[in-house]
């Protein structure tokens, strides 16, 4: 009774909790709409966190990165010179393979390089890869270094865009080519395994369904880690597949170190560029053009490096792109060598830098510098005859 000192009596009285209940829903959001227009309010308002993360994902994924790879374009660098003055006139030039983006590292670490000539680096562009400007700017800095012969060498699948860049300037400009060096390369998508070509397609249908797929590295750190499977996903007796936490961290710790965080990685719409380039790749019809004499021009000599074991290589089958460069480049003019390293996996110069450097000092140079006294002899025999 206290409670209603003070107050209206009737008012008391008129109280009434289901109206109460009615004032709510006559004044709720959307109470004077249809029922098609509610529900398309609430799907609006529920709409709106979605909007909320796809804007921070626009924001702060994709928009940094395509603004960063709109200053991009193929480079070439000064690594280091020849070790010997003699060796002036020839340049070793370093590309690296899927994922990728500048071999300046790969080839510091092979400091054996410089036996062979002056050691240059390609850092690509981007957005994508065009072995024809990437010969262009080769032969425009050889000319203008005064070098006549190149070396070119392609790590993984480096190597596809080493031979179709060897095939340009060995056919359309003036600039020799002394040779290709393969560092685990797959000729053909066969020569892909099948984990491998797996992760690589599953890149190519999210670029294509997903919007600033291109860019998002949010999108390349699933995927990455995606790929890695095998290596924190363990199935029992019975087949039932069972996290591994601990791998799970080594994994994401590698991904971000070695995929996301570094500024040397390449974009997902490079490395798309790259796998279709393996993909569509004419590189068995790169080494029959490399094959074909020309008069002017001496043979390129083809090297493939690999690791003795084959199954070392968790990448590339190995032993069928030896397969086919017998097939294609070996022949009984000596102009094929394969040279097999102890302790390596796929391509992994900076992770085994002897085994590759004591490679290329003790195999890979003697055979260069075989082949180019073969050529210059040749040359004085030609030139005899004339």
């Known amino acids: 009774m206290s409670d209603c000192v003070g107050r209206d009596p009737s008012t008391v009285s008129d109280w009434s909790n289901d109206r109460r209940k009615q004032r709510l829903h006559d004044t709720r959001i959307g109470s004077g709409l249809t029922g098609v227009r509610r529900i ?3 799907i609006a308002l529920a709409s709106v966190p979605m909007l909320l ?3 921070q994902y626009w924001t702060r994924d994709v928009a940094p990165e395509r603004a960063r790879l709109a200053q991009t374009q193929p480079q070439i660098f000064d690594i280091d010179h020849a070790r010997d003055t003699a060796d002036t006139s020839t340049a070793v030039v370093d590309m690296v393979g899927l994922g990728n983006i500048d071999a300046s590292d790969t080839a510091r670490t092979l400091t054996s390089l410089d036996l062979i000539g002056r050691v240059w680096a390609i850092r690509y562009d981007d957005g994508g890869i065009d072995t024809k400007v990437i010969s262009d700017i080769i032969v425009d800095k050889a000319q203008g270094a005064k070098v006549k012969r190149v070396v070119l060498v392609g790590h993984s699948m480096g190597g596809v865009i080493a031979l179709e860049v060897a095939q340009h300037i060995y056919r359309d400009t003036a600039i020799d080519v002394l040779g290709v060096v393969l560092d685990c390369t797959p000729l053909d998508l066969d020569g892909v395994r099948p984990e491998s070509r797996d992760a690589g397609e599953e890149l190519l249908r999210w670029i294509g369904w997903v919007p600033g797929a291109r860019e998002s590295r949010t999108l390349r750190f699933a995927v990455e880690v995606a790929a890695r499977e095998d290596r924190f996903v363990h199935r029992d007796s019975r087949g039932i597949p069972r996290v591994a936490f601990g791998d799970l961290k080594d994994v994401v710790g590698e991904v971000l170190r070695d995929k996301i965080l570094s500024a040397d990685v390449a974009s997902n719409g490079l490395i798309a560029s790259q796998f279709i380039t393996i993909v569509a790749s004419g590189a068995v019809d790169n080494l029959k053009s490399l094959a074909t ?10 090297v493939f490096l690999r690791p003795r074991n084959a199954l070392a290589d968790n990448v590339v089958d190995d032993d069928l792109t030896q397969k086919i460069l017998v097939e294609r ?4 003019d000596g102009t094929l060598l394969v040279a097999k390293l102890d302790n390596t996996g796929h391509a992994n110069p900076n992770q085994r830098p002897v085994e590759y450097n004591t490679a290329i000092a003790d195999r890979i140079v003697p055979f260069l510098q075989q082949i180019s006294a073969a ?4 040359e004085e025999l030609s030139a005899g005859r004339r």
């Open 293 to 302: 004499e020309r008069e002017d021009k001496p043979r390129p000599a083809v």
């Open 329 to 332: 480049s070996g022949g009984q």
């Open 40 to 42: 398309l309010l609430l």
């Open 375 to 378: 050529n210059a002899s040749r």
């Open 53 to 55: 993360v796809c804007g």
